[in-house]
């Protein structure tokens, strides 16, 4: 156990859907991650977010929206998703900045029809 | 922008065979550098991390890396593989001051009984 859970495990939605992942840790961390992996792709930073500010967005489009209401909560809101938004959606935390170490979920399974 | 390159997608050892996973970034500055694993069905976890000092480093289950400057290079290595090592193994590098960590695609390795 991580210490840090996604839900939900797998979710497939339509493209005009509106869904959203959430993210909790329980470790006590102030930095928290959305990172997307696809196959044979590298794993792809998405948001950071640091003390509940939003310190990186790594050129998301605006379809995916964070929310960080707290240190221990993270979410990702999606609508009017595309197929190619198909993907493992992992969510991680560290105690601050990216030096630490980051603990990652087990993710979430979207797939996009 | 940083970048890191894993040479070897998929690698098929026998046990008790010696590991060398190639790992290259490309940034001029300070860096810190992790190995990731994920075993099958588990999450992503940290294997080792370099930040300064000596650069052989040591890390969980045997697995040790070697931070070469000049080479821009950071490989994996162990001496004598068990079948318990079977796993996707990750590069990441973290770049001067930028707060973003970046992966490299990931290598597979499958080690025979």
């Known amino acids: 156990e991580t210490g840090v859970t996604q839900t939900p495990r797998h979710l497939v939605m339509g493209m005009t859907n509106k869904k959203s992942l959430k993210c909790e840790q329980h470790?006590?961390?102030?930095?928290m991650y959305w990172y997307k992996q696809s196959a044979k792709k590298p794993l792809e930073l998405m948001f950071v977010y640091n003390f509940k500010e939003q310190t990186e967005n790594n050129s998301v489009p605006s379809r995916f929206s964070p929310e960080c209401p707290n240190s221990s909560h993270l979410f990702l809101h999606l609508h009017t998703l595309q197929p190619e938004d198909s993907a493992l959606y992992l969510c991680?935390?560290?105690?601050?900045?990216?030096?630490?170490?980051?603990?990652f979920g087990p993710g979430t399974r979207l797939t996009v029809l | 922008a940083q970048s890191v390159s894993q040479h070897n997608h998929h690698v098929i050892l026998s046990e008790a065979a010696s590991l060398e996973l190639g790992c290259n970034y490309s940034y001029g500055g300070t860096v810190n550098l992790f190995w990731y694993v994920q075993y099958p069905g588990q999450h992503l976890q940290l294997l080792l991390k370099?930040?300064?000092?000596?650069?052989l480093v040591k890390g969980i289950k045997g697995f040790e890396a070697e931070f070469i400057k000049s080479k821009f290079s950071f490989n994996l290595r162990k001496p004598s593989v068990q079948w318990s090592d079977t796993a996707e193994y990750f590069c990441a590098v973290k770049a001067g001051g930028y707060q973003k960590v970046t992966f490299g695609t990931g290598t597979k390795l499958q080690v025979i009984p």
């Open positions: 991680a935390s560290s105690l601050s900045g990216a030096t630490d170490t980051q603990y």
């Open positions: 370099y930040f300064s000092g000596d650069p």
């Open positions: 470790l006590g961390h102030n930095a």
